[in-house]
């Protein structure tokens, strides 16, 4: 099926004026002016479609176009808030992919069997509220509603007290979270964040999985001493064991699977003084992994090996798991249709997973999942360089459209 | 002749509380509030001793007790600033053994033939700005004036900066340099830093030598990426680069000889977010040897290891020397004069070298020079547990005291 190429980008560009920050990047929390004003805009869009337009209990936005039956429905769609300083394609490419593949279907007078709904859930990045996922967490009633009083911005303003400030009843906010079997399948399309399509000279492709992450923080700890005086064969330095261990963090993600990440993205050493034998040195792990079983593996493997090390150079070393989230498989069924999609339109079908969590993570806990990637140009994401190219939305609402057609028949 | 013991000892404790951190120690950096209050606390004790009392163009101490004939003076000293979280012995023993021992002279009615002036010299520790020994690098005419506008501190804070806040003319520095033929020897009592002292069962040493130093920085950048998005062979992450520098650091040092030292004391990643693969990891160089042309081989081992790891990981290096001290010998006679003293005082002569660099390799420029040491405890240093007994110090401002009515004859 057509659909209105130049539409789904005009929109994109549009939205980039809510959030501007000076580097032409985007700044878009949950339930800040700037999102709010990209949601209202939105809505607008959705009721210009025709498509039903509502909100539910804690913000989020649907539209939806009819199907034959009443349900359940396909769903799709993304989010519109951003990390700080982040880019411009990151969530809002699915909500306007998503609309433009339903918009087209009703300009065109397909009426698909089921329902489709295109979704926008709030704070999805977790960038104001220090829980991400926020929106699908309600609809998937999987939020810890108790904690709603509790979990604060920086500012120390609750999720309650802004959804309360934006006319929504934190009491009923329980009340956003769907009945069984209300969708059938949930698509979501988002930009890649990485360099495969790029490498593979794809506009998009076809997400097999999310994966898993786990992370850990680190700290080996020595004596501190003067630089100068005390002799190499006399120290308890916790500098070169750290490097040991960030070398073998490297070599484990290597070995144990194309599919496994693995990150040391900060570290510190204190007291971090030029002339001063480190006292301690802390670092934190980023492990993921599409199979979760492959996953621990490495996270154990690193842990193992933190340990000997530590004991080996008579150091003592603490490691600490922070934070889990589970992996999720596309489902068979979505992925295969997928590919039936991609061969209507004429692109090579490329399966890569994701190394990011999305919405979908929340989603799969109560329908199938599938996700499509378009390509990021060098793979930049989270930054004002944020880039995929008119062709490549293009390509990918293409995608998603005739996938979304094949799901609602 | 006889000091004050209770006197000296009493002054040390006094000091610890400017810039006392939650774990005991001291992080009292070069024209901050403790550092300056400590300063201002000396010069009143100094001019309570009777000395008369200066501060030169950039904010060195003096105080100094005149002789029968103008001059050339003997100079002692030491310095009053800290690396972050280190000890309360390290500079201030130095200082107020010396004011200790100039005082005692007074109080007995002694004049010296030649004067005799304490110094309490600015930056040392070279932890506030990256320029060690910077007080003594003007007092001996060798600090880079141009560059006063651009040797900043971490927070961007020039040296220029600093001195104008403090009520010195950044123009004027020059003239912190003396004159040809203006000291006719520096003598420095310090703590040892390592653990030969305590071996020994000696409370104090002489110094035969100090180490040559070698400060660098090395930056290597790669590409800022989400840690889950990217593969692990697409990724140009400077962070086990990194590692493997600091491991062939340690092993440049071990296989050179026992005198050599190498260490890696700061290590900082950009964006620092687990997250987030690095866009860049700093870290430092800091590498000593008393025999100068082969601490020069281990860095340029090191810059060498360096730039090929850099080329190839696909990441772009940088790797700049900021400072170098060279290794000198204490000078013959005033060795001689404290065996001489050391025997006044019924103390064990014993000869050991400096692994750390101190203000003496400075002022071994203008005039000789000499160093006592006192005994560390555990060899500790440059941390809270930093400890020399006030038996120690006793001893060790006797023999300075002794050296010093000897070189002042």
């Known amino acids: 099926m057509q659909i209105n190429a130049a539409r789904v980008n005009e929109r994109l560009a549009y939205l980039t004026r809510f959030g501007t920050t000076p580097d032409g990047g985007v700044t878009r929390y949950a ?18 479609a025709g498509l039903e337009v509502r909100r539910d209990a804690v913000g989020n936005l649907f539209g939806r176009l009819p199907g034959r039956r009443p349900g359940p429905a396909v769903l799709t769609g993304s989010h519109l808030d951003s990390v700080p300083n982040g880019g411009h394609y990151d969530g809002p490419a699915g909500v306007l ?15 698909p069997e089921y329902p489709i709904e295109v979704g926008s859930f709030i704070g999805e990045e977790g960038s104001r509220f220090p829980h991400g996922l926020l929106g699908t967490s309600f609809l998937t009633g999987t939020f810890p509603c ?15 007290a802004a959804l309360r400030a934006h006319g929504y009843d934190p009491a009923r906010a ?17 930009i890649e964040q990485s360099g495969m399509l790029e490498a593979r000279g ?17 700290v080996i700890r020595g004596r501190a001493e003067h630089a100068g005086a005390c002799p190499m064969d006399l120290r308890r330095d916790p500098m070169p064991a ?6 073998e963090v490297e070599r484990a993600a290597r070995e144990l699977s194309p599919a496994t990440r693995a990150t040391v993205g900060f570290v510190q050493a204190s007291p971090g003084a030029a002339n001063v034998i480190p006292a301690a040195v802390e670092l934190s792990f980023d492990i993921r992994d599409l199979d979760g079983d492959r996953r621990d593996a490495c996270v154990e493997r690193i842990r193992t090996f933190f340990d000997e090390v530590s004991r080996r150079r008579g150091l003592t070393g603490e ?24 061969a209507a339109i004429n692109l090579e079908p490329f399966e890569l997973p994701s190394g990011a969590v999305h919405d979908g993570a929340n989603v799969s806990l109560i329908c199938p999942v599938g996700m499509i990637f378009v390509r990021s140009r060098d793979g930049l994401s989270h930054c004002p360089q944020e880039y995929t190219s008119p062709e490549d939305i293009a390509a990918g609402t293409s995608l998603l459209a005739e996938t979304l057609l094949r799901l609602a028949k």
Request: with cysteine.
């Open 97 to 111: 992919a998503a609309l433009e593949a339903v918009q087209s279907m009703k300009e065109q007078g397909i009426v």
């Open 146 to 160: 108790d904690e709603i009083d509790h979990i604060a911005d920086r500012d120390g303003v609750t999720i309650a």
């Open 319 to 342: 490691f600490e798991v922070q934070h889990t989230s589970i992996p999720i498989r596309c489902d068979a069924h979505i992925v295969q249709t997928m590919h039936e999609a991609a």
């Open 202 to 218: 794809l506009p998009a492709g076809i997400v097999s999985g999310i994966a898993g992450m786990r992370q850990a923080r680190g």
């Open 174 to 190: 329980a009340e956003a979270a769907v009945a069984p079997g209300t969708y059938k399948a949930y698509v979501e399309l988002h």
């Open 242 to 247: 750290v490097a040991e261990v960030i070398l």
């Open 31 to 48: 339930f800040t002016p700037a999102e709010q004003a990209a949601t209202n805009t939105v809505a607008g869009w959705m009721a210009e």
